[in-house]
C-alpha cells in the first residue's frame, strides 16, 4: 500500500507565478489535510477537504490560496501570484474514515522556492 | 488555544548514550492524542511514538519511549542507545480529537560520534 504521495518535491517559482501542488492519499483515505511549514518553524495547519469539498480553511491565507480535491485526481493547493514569503515545505496527510481522523499520515512534501 | 511548546531548540548526545527531549503542552481537553515526529534533513515527517492521552501507561518503540505526565501536561521522549541516524529534527504534536495537529518548533538533534 503506497503512503501519501506529493508531487512535485521540489518547486521554483518566481515572484508573481502560480504554483500548484498535488498530494494523492493512501489508498482508501477520503481525508486530505495541508500543512505548512515555514523555516525554522513547526508544521501549521492550513486547510482539511474531503472529496469535493472543504470542510476547514481557517489556515489558509484569506487571498491567492485555495485547495481542492475533486472526485477524481489528486488534492491540489494553488498559490497565485506568489511572494517571496510564500517559499515553505507544505505537506499534505491523510486519513481513513471520520472514525480514525485522529490518525494522519503524511506525504515527503513539497518544498516551494520563490525567487 | 491549545499550544506545544518545545524549549529546546538543539540538543547534543553521544552516540550509544541516552537522551530526553522535552515538550509542554496546554489544553482543557481531557481526551487528545500526543506525537513525536521524526524529520531527517529529507523532511519526511515520521511517526516515531504516539500517546493516547486515556492511557495511563508510557508508551515504548524499541529504543524510544515517553514519559506522559498528564497533569503536568509534559510529554518527554527519551531514546536510549543513541544512533548516527537518530540524527534529526524532532517535533512533539497534539490533536483533541479534531483534525488539526498542533506542533511544536522542534528539537534538532545532534548525535555526535
Known amino acids: 500500500n503506497a503512503g501519501v504521495m506529493q508531487n512535485p518535491r521540489h518547486l521554483v517559482r518566481r515572484r508573481g507565478q502560480e504554483a500548484r501542488l498535488r498530494c494523492s492519499p493512501m489508498k482508501g483515505h477520503s481525508h486530505v489535510y495541508w500543512y505548512r511549514q515555514l523555516p525554522e518553524e513547526g508544521l501549521k495547519f492550513m486547510v482539511y477537504?474531503?472529496?469535493?469539498?472543504?470542510?476547514?480553511e481557517s489556515g489558509m491565507p484569506k487571498e491567492r490560496f485555495s485547495a481542492e480535491f475533486p472526485k477524481e485526481g489528486p488534492s491540489i493547493l494553488r498559490i497565485q501570484q506568489v511572494v517571496r514569503g510564500d517559499s515553505a515545505a507544505y505537506f499534505c496527510?491523510?486519513?481513513?474514515?471520520?472514525?480514525?481522523?485522529?490518525?494522519?499520515?503524511f506525504g515527503p512534501g513539497t518544498r516551494l522556492t520563490v525567487l | 488555544a491549545q499550544t506545544v511548546t518545545q524549549s529546546q531548540p538543539e540538543m547534543s548526545v553521544q552516540e550509544a548514550e541516552t537522551v530526553t527531549l522535552s515538550c509542554t503542552y496546554d489544553?482543557?481537553?481531557?481526551?487528545?492524542?500526543l506525537f513525536w515526529y521524526k524529520q531527517p534533513p529529507s523532511r519526511q515527517m515520521i511517526l516515531v511514538i504516539r500517546?493516547?492521552?486515556?492511557?495511563?501507561q508510557n508508551a515504548t518503540e524499541n529504543r524510544f519511549s515517553v514519559n506522559f505526565q498528564k497533569a503536568a501536561k509534559s510529554f518527554s521522549l527519551k531514546i536510549s542507545d543513541s544512533q548516527l541516524g537518530d540524527a534529526a529534527m524532532y517535533f512533539c504534536a497534539f490533536t483533541s480529537g479534531t483534525y488539526k495537529y498542533i506542533f511544536g518548533t522542534g528539537t534538532r538533534l545532534k548525535v555526535l560520534a
Open positions: 477537504l474531503q472529496k469535493e469539498n472543504i470542510i476547514d
Open positions: 500517546q493516547e492521552a486515556y492511557k495511563q
Open positions: 496527510a491523510s486519513s481513513p474514515d471520520r472514525a480514525n481522523r485522529n490518525e494522519q499520515f
Open positions: 489544553t482543557s481537553e481531557s481526551d487528545y492524542y
